[in-house]
């Protein structure tokens, strides 16, 4: 069979743009109410973590989750000199933490401490679940997934003037950690949401008004993970609580 030289041509555009194409593209958008950001700051050198852990593992088939609350797990590597080196401790995570503590959101340096939308939160273990709290108008925040590139926006509704930071996040799911030493020696621990990328960006303000993040490449992960999701907020330059916060599942 004979193709003209525009068949071949069309043919070889077509292949082209099939290798080219985006793996994935998703969007994670959040509502005009605020999103309820959950940190744990945990280790798996500390013995009084995995309550806190498992407390946290719960929230995965929660009603609400990404919608309405969104939780994350930040292991600490301050612990790490007992016995047993956290595989997920990151030193920003603690120095995150620590600028928490510097801001007087949290009343000191400890694990496992809960914080809730920027502030110390002591009576999570007496909650089975995340309970609703006041709505609370919030600007809008859009996440754009394509293949490994994300960039993102936000609809403010407070002052222009400030500087916005975007924080974006990869964490893991059914992740198991057989310890053999320190505090919790002999157990098996398990984790959900646990932070294995983690990055910040400033946000530049458009013409329309908005803050944008352009087109960047997704942070790599310190340790692979077959379930993981993508947890993105917003806050001040000044100050870590978040403004707004969206996320969910990598398909």
């Given at each position: 069979?004979?193709?003209?030289?525009?068949?071949?041509?069309?043919?070889?555009?077509?292949?082209?743009?099939?290798?080219?194409?985006?793996?994935?593209?998703?969007?994670?958008?959040?509502?005009?109410?605020?999103?309820?950001?959950?940190?744990?700051?945990?280790?798996?050198?500390?013995?009084?973590?995995?309550?806190?852990?498992?407390?946290?593992?719960?929230?995965?088939?929660?009603?609400?989750?990404?919608?309405?609350?969104?939780?994350?797990?930040?292991?600490?590597?301050?612990?790490?000199?007992?016995?047993?080196?956290?595989?997920?401790?990151?030193?920003?995570?603690?120095?995150?933490?620590?600028?928490?503590?510097?801001?007087?959101?949290?009343?000191?340096?400890?694990t496992p401490a809960m914080i809730l939308n920027g502030q110390e939160w002591t009576s999570w273990y007496s909650d089975d679940t995340v309970k609703?709290?006041?709505?609370?108008?919030?600007?809008?925040?859009?996440?754009?997934?394509?293949?490994?590139?994300?960039?993102?926006?936000?609809?403010?509704?407070?002052?222009?003037?400030?500087?916005?930071?975007?924080?974006?996040?990869?964490?893991?799911?059914?992740?198991?950690?057989?310890?053999?030493?320190?505090?919790?020696?002999?157990?098996?621990?398990?984790h959900d949401f646990v932070v294995l990328s983690y990055q910040q960006r400033v946000m530049t303000l458009s013409r329309d008004g908005d803050y944008?993040?352009?087109?960047?490449?997704?942070?790599?992960?310190?340790?692979?993970?077959?379930?993981?999701?993508?947890?993105?907020?917003?806050?001040?330059?000044?100050?870590?609580?978040?403004?707004?916060?969206?996320?969910?599942?990598?398909?």
């Open positions: 069979m004979k193709y003209t030289a525009s068949l071949i041509k069309l043919f070889t555009l077509l292949s082209l743009s099939f290798t080219h194409s985006p793996i994935f593209a998703q969007s994670f958008i959040s509502e005009h109410t605020q999103v309820s950001l959950i940190e744990l700051y945990t280790s798996e050198g500390c013995s009084s973590c995995p309550p806190a852990d498992k407390w946290l593992n719960s929230l995965k088939e929660a009603p609400g989750l990404w919608s309405t609350f969104i939780p994350i797990a930040f292991h600490v590597d301050y612990w790490d000199y007992i016995g047993w080196k956290d595989p997920f401790a990151q030193s920003q995570y603690t120095q995150r933490q620590r600028q928490y503590n510097l801001q007087n959101n949290l009343s000191s340096i400890y609703p709290l006041s709505p609370i108008a919030a600007g809008r925040l859009s996440i754009e997934l394509n293949d490994k590139l994300i960039s993102a926006q936000y609809q403010a509704l407070t002052s222009r003037s400030l500087k916005l930071i975007l924080n974006i996040a990869i964490v893991g799911f059914n992740l198991n950690t057989d310890v053999k030493q320190g505090e919790n020696r002999g157990r098996i621990l398990k944008i993040s352009s087109s960047t490449p997704l942070p790599s992960m310190t340790f692979p993970a077959k379930t993981t999701a993508l947890i993105a907020w917003v806050n001040t330059e000044k100050d870590l609580s978040p403004l707004q916060a969206t996320g969910g599942w990598i398909h």
